[in-house]
Nanobody, 127 residues
Framework: QVQLVESGGGLVQAGGFLRLSCAAS????????RGWFGQAPGKDREFVAAITWNGGITYYADSAKGRFTISRNNAKNTVYLQMNSLKPEDTAVYYC????????????????????WGQGTQVTVSS
C-alpha cells in the first residue's frame, strides 16, 4: 500500500518556524517530483512548493518565496518543507504529493498532475 505521511505541523506564533516532513512508503518516489499544497479553512487546496526528482529545481508560490524551502532526501524517500517567518495567513492543512510524471523536467502547480497525496498536517499560526 502506497502511503505519504506528513509530520511536523503544530501551533506556532507569528514569526516562528516549522519543518514539515513527508515520508513515503510502499513504493519509491525518487524518480518523481514532489510537492506541497496548503488548504486553509473554507478555501481550495493551493500550491505551495515543488521540487524535481533530483532536487535540482524548485518552484514556489509567490506567497512562499523567500520564506519556505522545499528539499528532499531520496535515500530516505522523504521530502521536507522548511517554513520560516510564518504568518497567520499561512494557517492551513498542508499536504504533500507525488507527481505522476516520471522524471518531469518542468514542475507544475496543478493538482491534477499529482497522483499520490498524504493525509495532511495542520499548521496553525497565531498572531
Amino acid at each position: 500500500q502506497v502511503q505519504l505521511v506528513e509530520s511536523g505541523g503544530g501551533l506556532v506564533q507569528a514569526g516562528g518556524f516549522l519543518r514539515l516532513s513527508c515520508a513515503a512508503s510502499g513504493r519509491t518516489f525518487i524518480s518523481y517530483a514532489r510537492g506541497w499544497f496548503g488548504q486553509a479553512p473554507g478555501k481550495d487546496r493551493e500550491f505551495v512548493a515543488a521540487i524535481t526528482w533530483n532536487g535540482g529545481i524548485t518552484y514556489y508560490a509567490d506567497s512562499a518565496k523567500g520564506r519556505f524551502t522545499i528539499s528532499r532526501n531520496n535515500a530516505k524517500n522523504t521530502v521536507y518543507l522548511q517554513m520560516n517567518s510564518l504568518k497567520p495567513e499561512d494557517t492551513a492543512v498542508y499536504y504533500c504529493a507525488a507527481d505522476g510524471r516520471l522524471r518531469a523536467a518542468v514542475l507544475t502547480d496543478l493538482r491534477r498532475e499529482y497522483d499520490y497525496w498524504g493525509q495532511g498536517t495542520q499548521v496553525t499560526v497565531s498572531s
